[in-house]
Structure formats: C-alpha cells, structure tokens
C-alpha cells in the first residue's frame, strides 16, 4: 500500500467522523492499521501529513466521544419539556411522568 491510499483512508476516517457514520469507523480502523504496517518508510513530507491528518482525525474522535457522553447523561436524567398551547401558555411535560398516552 502506498502514502496515496494511506492519506485515502485518513481521509475516508475524517468523512465517516464528519457524517457520524460510526459503523465505518471500524472497518476504516482495521484497513488504516494495515496501510501503516505495508506501507514502505515514509519521507519526512509523508510523514508531516499523516500526523497532521492522524492528528485532526484524533481531535474529531475526542470530540465524537464527548457529544455521545453527553447525550448519554442527558437521555439518563428525567426532564421537563416546554411546550405551548394554542393561546400561547407555557406548559411544563415532565418526561418522568409522560401522562396519557396521546396520538398525533
């Protein structure tokens, strides 16, 4: 494998972050770890690039990482929803005790 499919599949892993397609990520992981096993030395310009893409594909992952602990620890916690009805009053719906079923 060559730095040309190596930078490739950086960049597939920085698109499947962007677009939160996280089932990709896996198989791009395994594809990546053996593109850097094949792949022949590297120029010290090779180099640069795969860790500045290595490097914000790190930062996107972090970043992936928190937003799905975050929406974790708020789909754990019972909440109030504001809503409003027809003449524009501010009603309160507690996720905690949903109430009557109702169908839309």
Do not use: C, H, W
């Not at 914000?56 to 928190?66: G, M, P």
């Amino acid at each position: 494998m060559n730095f040309e499919q190596l930078e490739g599949l950086l960049q597939q892993t920085r698109n499947a972050l962007l677009e939160g397609d996280l089932t990709a990520l896996d198989v791009l992981a395994m594809e990546t770890e053996a593109a850097l096993e094949n792949t022949g030395a590297l120029d010290e310009k090779g180099l640069d690039r795969v860790r500045l893409l290595a490097g914000e594909n790190a930062t996107l992952i972090e970043a992936a990482l928190r937003g799905v602990a975050a929406a974790k620890e708020r789909l754990s916690r019972p909440e109030a929803f504001s809503t409003y009805d027809s003449q524009g009053q501010r009603g309160l719906i507690s996720s905690a005790d949903p109430g009557k079923p109702r169908r839309i």
